[in-house]
């Protein structure tokens, strides 16, 4: 199956960072369920000065429209952390 990468840069109004903490924890559960069901590979945080301004997910689904179509689930796209996506056709080294 396919593999993209997902860059996401957060919002950089006032309020976002507090925006990201509200839905985090339902952020991390949402990609614990997917990483059993082999969806999501890995992923984190993009950090600037030592603060999350964004993140980084390897996933693994059919096409780019069944990746878009994912995301729209997420906490960080409902919670409007997420301002800009960026999905990417992608090959870990080896697989």
């Given at each position: 199956?396919?593999?993209?990468?997902?860059?996401?840069?957060?919002?950089?109004?006032?309020?976002?960072?507090?925006?990201?903490?509200?839905?985090?924890?339902?952020?991390?559960?949402?990609?614990?369920?997917?990483?059993?069901?082999?969806?999501f590979i890995i992923g984190g945080a993009k950090?600037e000065e030592g603060k999350m301004v964004g993140?980084?997910?390897?996933?693994?689904?059919?096409?780019?429209?069944?990746?878009?179509?994912?995301?729209?689930?997420?906490?960080?796209?409902?919670?409007?952390?997420?301002?800009?996506?960026?999905i990417t056709p992608f090959r870990i080294a080896?697989?």
């Amino acid at each position: 199956m396919p593999q993209f990468m997902v860059i996401a840069d957060d919002y950089k109004n006032t309020g976002a960072l507090e925006r990201r903490m509200e839905v985090r924890d339902s952020h991390l559960q949402r990609m614990r369920v997917e990483k059993l069901r082999g969806t999501f590979i890995i992923g984190g945080a993009k950090l600037e000065e030592g603060k999350m301004v964004g993140s980084m997910l390897l996933v693994e689904l059919e096409d780019e429209a069944a990746v878009q179509q994912w995301l729209k689930d997420d906490p960080y796209v409902v919670g409007k952390v997420w301002e800009h996506i960026e999905i990417t056709p992608f090959r870990i080294a080896g697989v």
